[in-house]
């Protein structure tokens, strides 16, 4: 008979693997949250507004058709954000295509 109190047993190597991908995941995350954190700081250096924010409309270009809440203040904009997040994964995804690519050798048909 089996002990409800018993818990159930995993292989250490099982237990290994799972701890090693849970790892991968917080490692890519963690790079994607250092990468916004640059692109952040390298536009406080270049502007003092947000580089998507029209003045004289009061609008956002990465929200067309609706006006800037934040009056062109980009620290912690959930859209500006957003957007960096969407580059962070383009840019990564173009870095995948373009690594399986390079394996092809010059000159082959």
């Known amino acids: 008979m089996s002990d409800p109190g018993k818990s159930l047993k995993i292989s250490e190597e099982d237990m290994n693997k799972m701890l090693a991908k849970a790892e991968?995941?917080?490692e890519k995350k963690d790079h994607k949250r250092q990468w916004?954190?640059?692109?952040l700081k390298s536009a406080k250096s270049y502007y003092k507004l947000c580089p998507y924010y029209d003045k004289k409309s009061n609008q956002c270009f990465l929200q067309v058709s609706n006006k800037?809440?934040?009056d062109g203040k980009y620290d912690?904009?959930?859209v500006f954000i957003?957007?960096?997040e969407?580059?962070?994964n383009e840019?990564?995804?173009e870095n995948q295509t373009?690594?399986?690519e390079s394996n092809i050798p010059r000159g082959a048909p």
């Open 24 to 26: 991968k995941e917080a």
């Open 36 to 39: 916004i954190e640059r692109m």
């Open 68 to 70: 800037c809440t934040r």
């Open 76 to 78: 912690n904009c959930p």
């Open 82 to 84: 957003h957007f960096l």
């Open 86 to 88: 969407e580059k962070y």
């Open 91 to 93: 840019y990564v995804f």
């Open 98 to 100: 373009f690594s399986t």
